[in-house]
């Protein structure tokens, strides 16, 4: 194995270096999409306490909760009235009634998604809709963005295993072919067919497992020292072996 051959081996890594960068950004978009979404949580207004109990229990029943918090109107009325500083005694604000409070929190994940849509299926049947303040606005936005991401997302590693694969077979074939031209203008013997086989096998592995592999390795390397989060899809290294994989199978059958 020359130079050559192993300049194509660099170049290969250092793009698959530049697809799991650029596959690790994309993963810091969506997570800072989902932190956004995380930081709306629910607020539901309880004027009828008989409402209270099922409403707490069947927020209980969603695992996927982040949590929630149950305030008496008494007591979201000296909160308010503490952080705003305003003139009012506790005997003067027990002379009126205040509705209780729910502040239902979800992760920042896509779990969180699928448990704010059960939160207020659950809402919906104890309290009216003007009780309920799920800042939607904003909160659809979000879910915009964050559907525009995973399209942009899926576009981009499309995009890049397409021209990774045209690189990779290419590269290899124009590599294979300097070697047989090569070998042309001499003499070719027995040995020199068998030497050039159990090269060329070398090569198929060395670029099937190498790029990949190393790339993937050291991303994941980082994770476990803590130098970075496992934000990169999975299946972008996934599509990598793949692209791998069958670039040399279709090199295999060209050759």
């Not at 209780?100 to 939160?119: E, M, N, S």
């Not at 299926?121 to 904003?138: K, S």
Request: net charge negative; proline share 3%; with cysteine.
């Amino acid at each position: 194995m020359n130079a050559r051959f192993y300049l194509i081996l660099l170049l290969l890594s250092l793009l698959f270096g530049a697809w799991t960068y650029l596959a690790h950004n994309q993963g810091e978009s969506v997570k800072a999409c989902y932190q956004e979404l995380s930081s709306l949580p629910v607020y539901a207004y309880v004027a009828d306490t008989t409402h209270v109990e099922p409403i707490k229990n069947g927020l209980q029943g969603i695992s996927s909760l982040q949590g929630f918090e149950h305030e008496t109107g008494y007591q979201a009325a000296l909160e308010l009235i503490e952080a705003y500083g305003l003139p009012l005694s506790d005997e003067m604000v027990a002379t009126y009634r205040f509705p209780d409070l729910f502040t239902i929190t979800f992760p920042a994940d896509k779990a969180g998604i699928g448990a704010k849509a059960r939160v207020m299926d659950l809402l919906r049947v104890h309290l009216p809709e003007e009780d309920i303040d799920a800042q939607m606005g904003a909160y659809g936005k979000l879910l915009e963005e964050l559907d525009r991401l995973s399209h942009r997302n899926l576009i981009f590693n499309i995009f890049a295993s397409v021209l990774l694969f045209l690189i990779f077979i290419f590269s290899r074939i124009s590599y294979e072919l300097h070697i047989y031209l090569k070998q042309k203008r001499q003499l070719i013997s027995v040995v020199d067919v068998m030497r050039h086989n159990k090269l060329n096998a070398a090569h198929s592995w060395m670029m099937l497992l190498v790029p990949g592999a190393l790339v993937s390795g050291l991303y994941y390397l980082g994770v476990y020292l803590g130098r970075w989060e496992n934000l990169a899809s999975w299946w972008s290294f996934a599509s990598m072996g793949a692209l791998s994989l069958i670039a040399t199978l279709v090199i295999f059958f060209s050759l």
